[in-house]
């Protein structure tokens, strides 16, 4: 109940913006995670083909955040948010329609797209929208993601026992309903008159020093919280012998992450400055690779029963608890703080700038990993990987910290524009 008035508490826009983002998650994950295996097997393409066309809507998306966060800035979050959903209406629509490569990498591109444009735009809405309540929003609309995407799956496991047409003309569905719904109800956002060229944003924005050093210093929050993903899955399946426990790792996090963020959020809005909360949150990330990298280092062992591999599984799992504890501590304040470096006519460009250094690092960490777990598997040096981990979050952890004693962060955020 207490979650409910928190959330009343908000206004109507961003109430919206909470179950749009519910909507947005349970419409991706109910689809992009069964396209691979859709377009191997059921159209029989090649695994370059397949690579092709799903490495082209990551570029889409990874490399146009910054377009929609300035078009978010000077047409106004709402359309832009609004564009984004019926792109990427179109976009899934021609997954469950087309069957030829140009048909697919034409969907590709709307779909990432799509999410370029309505991203940013939504983080910006939310943060003007919220104002000096940035953090506690940021960390509801966690939870709404996490919802979105621990249901997404399901449905989309469902719907495959019809066809994969059906989850896709389902999710192309639940776009168009959101489309629909923001373009009724949702209020257009504070625009600020543009008094420079959109090249003299982005050089505004790169240009910021204390911007610019701490988004590099949160490389490591995404780098790290995609583990989830992929070194804490696979250091389950190795801990246990047993492919299933990869699913555990997820169940934790995504657990923990619906049951603790918004209490923890604002439990630590009441002690403590905001930044050094980030500081901490990367720590505690960084932390989380320690007892993976002492107890699964070995030999897989192979348990006598449940109890034994529930006994193996618990240093994973210990790590994906304390990764997931980490990141909420850290991310809704980071959220807080992006948009308060700059003016709030560039809010929507500023975040897109973040999120492109956050998909390169993501990128470039996730490679990293891989070379490490390929070297450790090699080389018998398990560990490997699970420092590399340790030690980025704790460098990314000591960058932050830095930072904020210097004084280059903002102590609070920006202050919500008023309404146009």
């Known amino acids: ?67 929609g966060g300035s078009a978010s800035d000077r047409l106004g979050a709402r359309g832009v948010i609004i564009t984004g959903c019926a792109l990427r209406t179109v976009g899934f629509a021609l997954f469950a329609l087309g069957d030829g490569t140009a048909v697919l990498l034409a969907a590709s591109v709307l779909s990432g797209l799509a999410g370029a444009l309505f991203n940013p735009a939504v983080r910006a809405y939310l943060a003007q929208e919220a104002g000096e309540r940035g953090a506690e929003a940021f960390a509801l609309f966690n939870v709404f993601a996490t919802t979105g995407a621990l249901i997404g799956p399901l449905i989309g496991s469902a719907l495959l026992l019809v066809d994969f047409r059906a989850a896709a003309l389902t999710a192309a569905g639940l776009f168009a309903l959101l489309t629909v719904a923001q373009a009724l109800v949702l209020p257009p956002a504070a625009v600020a008159p543009a008094r420079t ?112 591999t529930v006994w193996a599984l618990l240093p994973v799992l210990a790590g994906a608890l304390l990764l997931q504890t980490g990141l909420m501590a850290a991310q809704p304040f980071v959220m807080e703080l992006v948009p308060a470096f700059g003016r709030p006519g560039l809010t929507g460009t500023y975040f897109g700038v973040f999120y492109v250094v956050s998909g390169i690092a993501a990128a470039l960490g996730n490679a990293a990993v891989g070379w490490a777990m390929d070297t450790g598997a090699r080389t018998g040096a398990q560990w490997l990987p699970w420092a590399c981990c340790l030690g980025l979050g704790l460098a990314s952890a000591a960058a932050v910290t830095r930072l904020h004693r210097s004084g280059a962060l903002p102590a609070r955020p920006a202050p919500a524009p008023a309404r146009a």
């Open 197 to 308: 060229s959109v090249l003299a944003d982005w050089r505004e924005v790169v240009g910021n020093r204390g911007f610019m050093a701490f988004a590099l210093a949160m490389v490591a929050m995404v780098t790290l919280e995609s583990q989830l993903y992929l070194l804490l899955p696979e250091g389950a399946r190795r801990a246990t012998g047993w492919d299933g426990a990869a699913g555990a790792v997820l169940v934790v996090a995504t657990l923990a992450g619906l049951g603790l963020q918004l209490r923890l959020t604002r439990a630590l809005q009441r002690r403590g400055n905001r930044a050094g909360w980030i500081g901490a949150g990367l720590a505690l990330m960084a932390a989380a690779f320690v007892p993976p990298m002492l107890l699964t280092s070995g030999r897989a062992p192979e348990p006598a029963g449940l109890p034994g």
């Open 1 to 67: 109940m207490t979650t409910w008035r928190r959330i009343c508490g908000f206004s109507p826009a961003v109430r919206l913006l909470l179950v749009n983002q519910l909507g947005v998650n349970t419409g991706f994950y109910l689809l992009i995670p069964y396209l691979a295996v859709h377009l191997s097997r059921d159209l029989g393409m090649s695994a370059a083909a397949v690579g092709t066309v799903l490495g082209v809507r990551n570029l889409s998306q990874q490399g146009l955040f910054l377009i």
